[in-house]
Structures are given as structure tokens and as C-alpha cells.
């Protein structure tokens, strides 16, 4: 069985870090690329991140360039968002995504695999 696990949310203060994994099992995601995405109640999954397979091609969208960091260690079959300067916008539910391409994508529908998603909360 394909599982995406999410780990790492939480609150924290404006101001402050979190570091999100994404630990990947039942088949290997090392050829796949990955992506971070996050939806807030009544709003669309919105495009946070993406990596592809082997770590050096990475996106962001506006809102988060300087502060967050995609990762991924392909011998754990795991990604990372390293989140800094966390403001209370970036509150919401983070997913992360693999495709089975290299290359990554923002649409979200594009994605096969998905996680159940972890709350990251950052109060004013």
C-alpha cells in the first residue's frame, strides 16, 4: 500500500520555524518529483513547493520564496519543508504530493499520490 505520512505541524508563534516531513512508503519515490501543498477552509489546495527527483530543480510560489525550504533525502524515501519567518497567513492544512515524472508541477490535480495532511497553525 502507497502511503504519504506527514509529521511536523503544529502552532507556533508568528515569527517562529517548523519543519514538515513527508515520509513515503510501499514503493520507492526516488525517480518521482514532490510537492508541498496547503488549503485553508473554503479556499483552493494552494501550491506551496515543489522538488524534483533528484533534489536540484526547485520551486516556490511568491508568498513563501526566502522563507521556506523543500529537501528530500531519497535513501529515506522522505521530503522536508523547512518553514521560517512563519507568518499567520501560511496557517493551514499542508499535503504533501508525488507525480511519477522528474519534473515537478503546480497543479495540484496533476499529482497520483497524496497525504493525509498535518495543521500548521501560526498565531499573531
Known amino acids: 500500500q502507497v502511503q504519504l505520512v506527514e509529521s511536523g505541524g503544529g502552532l507556533v508563534q508568528a515569527g517562529g520555524s517548523l519543519r514538515l516531513s513527508c515520509a513515503a512508503s510501499?514503493?520507492?519515490?526516488?525517480?518521482?518529483?514532490m510537492a508541498w501543498f496547503r488549503q485553508v477552509p473554503g479556499k483552493e489546495r494552494e501550491f506551496v513547493a515543489s522538488?524534483?527527483?533528484?533534489?536540484?530543480?526547485?520551486y516556490y510560489t511568491d508568498s513563501v520564496k526566502g522563507r521556506f525550504t523543500i529537501s528530500r533525502d531519497n535513501t529515506k524515501n522522505t521530503m522536508y519543508l523547512q518553514m521560517n519567518s512563519l507568518k499567520p497567513e501560511d496557517t493551514a492544512v499542508y499535503y504533501c504530493?508525488?507525480?511519477?515524472?522528474?519534473?515537478?508541477?503546480?497543479?495540484?490535480?496533476?499529482?497520483?499520490?497524496w497525504g493525509q495532511g498535518t495543521q500548521v497553525t501560526v498565531s499573531s
Open positions: 504530493a508525488a507525480i511519477p515524472l522528474s519534473l515537478g508541477t503546480g497543479v495540484s490535480n496533476a499529482y497520483r499520490y
Open positions: 522538488i524534483d527527483w533528484g533534489g536540484g530543480i526547485k
Open positions: 510501499g514503493r520507492t519515490f526516488s525517480s518521482d518529483a
